[in-house]
């Protein structure tokens, strides 16, 4: 039997009792195959290959299914690794704490009515988790579909979806918090004759989370590639243990989080009394670790199965040979789309090939014509051509309907002889084939997709891996003096000061209590400056007009203060008023927007952006989760689609780049010095001025959580 052990112990190994037991019992074992507590067994004798004991427990009964009953747990002749729990949720509580009694490690608990059902029933959900831990013993589920591993035998699970066929076998590895779509994933992959034979699924994560089962798939040697489906995440630590795993062990990711609609994510808490957490932080923490995001069912298949040749491209590019110059149009389109290069063929290569085939249109796509189908001499040059003289990493090759003619086993024969000449390539054919020769193609080591914009998509997501696994270390995040926050949110001018200790640069202001203090600072800035309500309780002064521009001088600086005051009193009468705070006037920079959020999954998380109306109305922003030194800060800044303004773009001179990576990097750490009362932080503007005169911010706003 093969074994799904994890090699060596790693910080996932607890999770090997259960997942890969060496004897299980089944609490509620059923003599009718059909039912919850009889699937397991009749599954595991059906497949003949768990090695391990089973062991009914059912006190009703001699014998279930052939097997010897026990009345209950003490009776058992030894104590189980893992335990099926599939009783009355009444008895769920109950059969923990015999279980956990006994030493058994690990139980699965299939019996639904708890946390996803009502306020009675996550109570009721808390004291069986108390009971589990007590004794040290983990929990699957409860109300979920259990896990089953098609290599060793082992259907700790009632899906029905083995009665249509058992498991390809594989090494892709399923996580899912849902238990029917993960089988639906699983039946999926069967049908298309993808090894997806390993299928974890967690239910309400009252104990064991799926980032903790995609931690396990990451250390286990069986598995190369790991799909997830995610609704909510309930434990960030494990998830981030796990990606990072998974991108030291070189196994893809590849994931569906679902819930980032509103009406998406109202239906993932109550499906799984999990918290779906903002999509674009989410989305965030993937693309830190190189997690590529598949939006449909076919694309994660698609990804997965192009995954397990274990081919990923730090630097990916794309080389595509095509029997049609409309496949070649459409896949360069699509390659554009996903952000994979398809450079073009070297001018010398390309005017050999036009003298092979002078209607050819070598560039890349190389469009070969029908012309080599003709005539299979000239295959073998155009193909060798393409992958020798381009260089790409990944080659696509088009034959369509031509794969299911009779010429294509001579054709396939001629690809072959040039693919073994260069096999550090990723081979994918978009073609048109009756199944068992799709079949025998994927088992000689091509990728099969018959769809081509379906190819390119998994193409480009083997770069993506590729990237992060072959990524350097990142830098270190910047040190900053301890963070002590105020009682309660303080005003610009205590924000300020709080972030000046952490190296973050303010535009030059000074609070001013009066009129006559206002025109002295003012004075001392030079003419025009800015004046700014100065109240911690009025910390959005534009909405109320707190905010003066352009003021030009002594007389401009009362009338203004006046003005304010003014303001303040009539919009927020009930506001603590400290002053006015003025402020040299920045000219020359480009607006920007840096600021700090606290979700409630991952902790602080910082965005930037440019400023204005790419905020606002573009949301052209980017999340990173805290801390991060000045390279990932850098990073962040490039990667907004604004960035060009800050290039200097149409003349405009270059930003300060570097003084913003920095600001932003500093702003990371001071975020994580603050700790959980800190809200949020917005720095908006920050004025990213020309390259080499730094970057300021203009206003701050610390909110503090009471």
Not at 620 to 627: E, L, Q
């Amino acid at each position: 039997m093969p074994s799904s052990t994890p090699t060596s112990p790693g910080r996932f190994a607890g999770l090997t009792p259960l997942l890969a037991p060496r004897s299980i019992a089944i609490l509620g074992a059923s003599n009718d195959a059909t039912r919850i507590g009889g699937r397991p067994i009749a599954f595991m004798k059906a497949a003949g290959k768990f090695q391990g004991a089973i062991y009914p427990v059912n006190p009703n009964r001699a014998e279930v299914q052939g097997l010897r009953a026990y009345p209950s747990v003490a009776d058992l002749p030894e104590t189980p690794d893992a335990a099926i729990i599939a009783v009355p949720a009444a008895l769920a509580v109950q059969a923990v704490e015999d279980l956990g009694r006994r030493g058994t490690k690990a139980a699965i608990m299939f019996t639904a009515g708890f946390a996803e059902v009502d306020e009675a029933g996550a109570a009721e959900q808390a004291r069986m988790v108390a009971a589990a831990r007590a004794h040290g013993m983990r929990l699957l589920g409860p109300n979920c579909l259990g896990v089953f591993d098609g290599r060793t035998g082992y259907y700790a699970t009632f899906s029905s979806s083995f009665d249509s066929g058992w498991p390809v076998p594989g090494r892709i590895g399923i996580a899912s918090q849902s238990g029917a779509y993960g089988t639906h994933l699983y039946t999926l992959a069967r049908n298309r004759g993808i090894g997806a034979s390993l299928c974890i699924m967690t239910g309400n994560e009252a104990d064991v989370t799926v980032g903790e089962c995609i931690g396990w798939l990451a250390e286990n040697p069986e598995v190369d590639v790991i799909a997830a489906y995610i609704e909510g995440i309930r434990e960030a630590p494990g998830l981030i243990a796990a990606f990072e795993t998974a991108r030291a062990a070189r196994k893809p990711i590849v994931m569906m989080k679902v819930g980032r609609s509103a009406l998406g994510s109202a239906a993932a808490k109550s499906h799984t009394a999990s918290i779906a957490g903002d999509d674009a932080v989410t989305e965030a923490v993937m693309a830190e670790f190189g997690v590529v995001r598949a939006r449909t069912s076919e694309e994660m298949l698609d990804i997965a199965q192009t995954a397990t040749r274990r081919i990923y491209p730090a630097r990916n590019t794309l080389g595509m040979i095509t029997l049609s110059g409309g496949a070649g149009v459409l896949v360069s389109d699509v390659a554009e789309q996903a952000g994979l290069a398809m450079p073009p063929m070297p001018e010398d290569a390309q005017a050999k090939l036009k003298e092979l085939v002078s209607f050819c249109a070598p560039r890349n796509p190389v469009d070969a014509t029908a012309q080599v189908g003709n005539d299979l001499n000239l295959l073998t040059p155009f193909f060798e051509s393409l992958i020798r003289d381009g260089g790409y990493s990944s080659i696509l090759g088009f034959f369509t309907m031509v794969a299911s003619s009779r010429r294509w086993p001579a054709m396939l024969e001629k690809l072959n002889e040039v693919r073994a000449r260069y096999p550090d390539r990723l081979y994918v054919l978009s073609a048109i084939a009756p199944e068992a020769a799709t079949r025998a193609m994927e088992a000689d080591g091509w990728v099969c997709h018959e769809d081509p914009s379906r190819a390119v998509a998994a193409i480009a997501a083997m770069g993506r891996f590729g990237e992060a696994f072959a990524a350097p270390p990142p830098a270190a995040p910047p040190v900053v003096p301890p963070v002590v926050l105020p009682a309660a949110t303080p005003s610009e001018a205590e924000a300020k000061r709080l972030l000046a200790q952490a190296g973050i640069a303010c535009a030059p202001e000074a609070a001013c209590a009066d009129a006559d203090a206002a025109v002295a600072a003012a004075a001392g800035f030079g003419y025009p400056v800015v004046l700014k309500i100065l109240s911690p309780d009025i910390l959005h002064k534009s909405e109320i007009g707190g905010v003066l521009l352009d003021v030009a001088d002594a007389g401009a600086v009362r009338a203004g203060v006046a003005t304010l005051l003014e303001r303040a009193r009539a919009h927020a009468p009930a506001a603590r008023i400290e002053g006015v705070l003025v402020a040299k006037q920045l000219k020359g920079g480009v607006e920007c927007i840096l600021g700090i959020h606290q979700d409630p999954v991952f902790g602080p998380m910082a965005m930037f952006g440019l400023g204005g109306v790419f905020v606002e109305v573009l949301k052209d922003v980017v999340f990173r989760r805290c801390p991060f030194g000045e390279d990932v800060a850098a990073a962040m800044i490039r990667a907004i689609k604004g960035f060009p303004l800050l290039d200097g773009a149409r003349g405009r001179p270059k930003a300060d780049v570097a003084a913003l990576a920095s600001m932003l990097a500093r702003l990371s750490s001071f975020a994580v010095a603050a700790g959980p009362r800190l809200g949020s932080i917005d720095l908006n503007p920050v004025f990213a001025m020309p390259a080499g005169e730094g970057a300021f911010a203009a206003d701050a706003v610390i909110e503090v959580a009471t």
